[in-house]
Nanobody, 122 residues
Framework: QVQLVESGGGLVQPGGSLRLSCAAS????????MGWYRQAPGKQRELVAA???????NYADSVKGRFTISRDNANNTVCLQMNSLKPEDTAVYYC????????????????WGQGTQVTVSS
């Protein structure tokens, strides 16, 4: 098990930017695949972006070109840089981790953070 703690959410105007961070508790962070999911009110949780231990990434079509996922293994952190935010990006964003990248991409890993709220509104 690994504990995950998200931070960086908030209220931002359309077109603005936010940077989410997820801090993991274990020093073997480098062998985990990591990902960000989001869930808007009344909708199912969906993949936003994922990154393998190798650095391979995967993005939802709706965020390609606007969001960037990155990882810092030395500091056990994964980040999501969100630019050109739209009202439809409003959701609770969750960090997830698993040894298997395919699991993170398809349904999320076995480990989840508590979520951080992102609201895009004027």
């Amino acid at each position: 098990q690994v504990q995950l703690v998200e931070s960086g959410g908030g209220l931002v105007q359309p077109g603005g930017s936010l940077r989410l961070s997820c801090a993991a508790s274990r020093s073997i962070f480098s062998i985990y695949a990591m990902g960000w999911y989001r869930q808007a009110p009344g909708k199912q949780r969906e993949l936003v972006a994922a990154i393998a231990s190798s650095g391979t990434t995967n993005y939802a079509d709706s965020v390609k070109g606007r969001f960037t996922i990155s990882r810092d293994n030395a500091n056990n952190t994964v980040c999501l840089q969100m630019n050109s935010l739209k009202p439809e990006d409003t959701a609770v964003y969750y960090c997830t981790a698993d040894y298997r990248y395919d699991k993170v991409v398809t349904n999320g890993g076995r480990n989840w953070g508590q979520g951080t709220q992102v609201t895009v509104s004027s």
